[in-house]
């Protein structure tokens, strides 16, 4: 049986972590910014350039924070079952037991995530992670394990 594992290494980990952190501050300071020239110069001009940096930076805030709980998981699977290890607990899965995936794509960064029958989401990974990614979304697409998949694309 050929068992593939996807994880985050201890450096993407961290990438991940300063990331969040980063655009969580600057969408701060943004906001604080456009708020600040709004009330001396009263102009919509501040909400027009606010818009799109807050729009850019929300969407990676939003992204991030879908996958931030996962970042320390290691996701082992086969043909038969799934095994979705956090934090030294492991969790598994047979594949009829996942009932949905959602695959989020903007133009910098792609996440897929798993669900399980009541909704839960059970794992998350994204590209950055090690190349068994692609051959998990290939696998997932290509041998029909999972029959509710959804795509969402976004702007940025």
């Known amino acids: 049986m050929n068992t593939r594992m996807v994880y985050n290494s201890r450096i993407t980990q961290g990438i991940h972590y300063l990331s969040f952190i980063i655009f969580t501050v600057l969408v701060i300071a943004i906001i604080y910014?456009?708020?600040?020239?709004?009330?001396?110069?009263?102009?919509?001009?501040?909400?027009?350039?606010?818009?799109?940096?807050?729009?850019?930076?929300?969407?990676?805030?939003?992204?991030?924070?879908?996958?931030?709980?996962?970042?320390?998981?290691?996701?082992?699977?086969?043909?038969?079952?799934?095994?979705v290890t956090l934090r030294g607990n492991s969790t598994q899965y047979l594949w009829s037991e996942v009932s949905k995936v959602s695959i989020i794509r903007?133009?910098?960064?792609?996440?897929?995530?798993?669900?399980?029958?009541?909704?839960?989401?059970?794992?998350?990974?994204?590209?950055?992670?090690?190349k068994a990614y692609r051959y998990l979304e290939d696998f997932i697409m290509s041998e029909k394990k999972v029959s509710n998949v959804s795509k969402v694309y976004l702007i940025f």
């Open 106 to 130: 903007s133009s910098l960064s792609e996440l897929l995530l798993l669900y399980n029958a009541e909704g839960t989401c059970i794992y998350a990974a994204n590209r950055k992670t090690n």
């Open 33 to 83: 910014w456009a708020v600040k020239i709004y009330r001396e110069d009263d102009t919509r001009l501040s909400l027009v350039v606010l818009l799109i940096p807050l729009t850019f930076f929300g969407c990676r805030i939003y992204m991030n924070s879908l996958l931030l709980k996962y970042l320390p998981a290691r996701f082992t699977y086969t043909e038969t079952n799934c095994i």
